[in-house]
């Protein structure tokens, strides 16, 4: 696992990101909350992972401002856990790791999971990397751009 | 860190994706060479983990697909790691990560790199959440289709 502390102040977006989102399960909590989870019990019976590290990794969430805790709305001593707006962001991040999975990581005719649009129950889009002009950008189109205070890769 | 062996047969692409990327370490591995490296020493230089972490994460790249390893062009006892068509697919999530952090993980005016578009300097358009149609969707617009054999979430 990543030391959190290495890229608090790291000036590439892409380690600041990994920072903030913790680790691989606090991703598929994030994913599980965009699928309609928002109580311990719904995340627990989903993921199957430990009690007390799906503490930690909420309260992490919590933290870092992705998840909001607050009490069950109709009542009782439940807690549930909402996506902020920093933590809807991160549709995009979930979107592409979904298509990278489904293209590159299962064999041919395996069942998996598909996330469609709601109105019309296809598949969506596959992301395109565009440039502001809106041409498509494959990655030697591109060149990453550093700060000057630290060796750090973009 | 996750356990690896669990989503090697997950129903849901997210997580066989972050099964077969392996960790943060992996993933920024994988943005080095988007990035332009290619030799240990540059990777080493880059991120500053520790040989044996590098090492390893490198083998679990190359055997997931994401990374060939092939002797350094060049000659000399080099090898050099470079991306595979399937590790090049990853660069949309290497974008959404960027992007979102971009957006959401530095203070105003916090110094951070940025990835442009090489033949005009500008950075890349936000990525959209597209129907196949064409209409921009947001999560709320989404439902996952879950597969039969599982009560994992999707």
């Not at 109580?39 to 590290?53: D, P």
């Not at 991040?93 to 979904?98: E, P, Q, T």
């Not at 598909?114 to 565009?130: C, K, N, Y």
């Amino acid at each position: 696992m990543v030391a959190r502390t290495r890229f608090d102040a790291d000036p590439c977006p892409v380690a600041r990101s990994v920072n903030a989102i913790g680790d691989w399960w606090s991703l598929l909590i994030v994913r599980d909350a965009f699928d309609g989870s928002r109580r311990f019990g719904e995340f627990h019976r989903s993921l199957g992972i430990a009690k007390n590290i799906l503490t930690t990794r909420l309260r992490a969430l919590e933290k870092a401002g992705v998840l909001r805790g607050e009490p069950a709305r109709e009542g009782g001593s439940h807690r549930e856990y909402l996506l902020t707006d920093k933590g809807r962001a991160l549709f995009p991040v979930i979107v592409a790791l979904r298509q990278w999975g489904e293209e590159q990581c299962f064999t041919p005719g395996e069942d998996h999971s598909r996330l469609l649009d709601r109105r019309t129950g296809h598949p969506l889009r596959p992301l395109r990397i565009e440039a502001a002009d809106g041409r498509p950008v494959e990655p030697e189109d591109t060149v990453v751009e550093k700060v000057r205070e630290t060796g750090a890769a973009g």
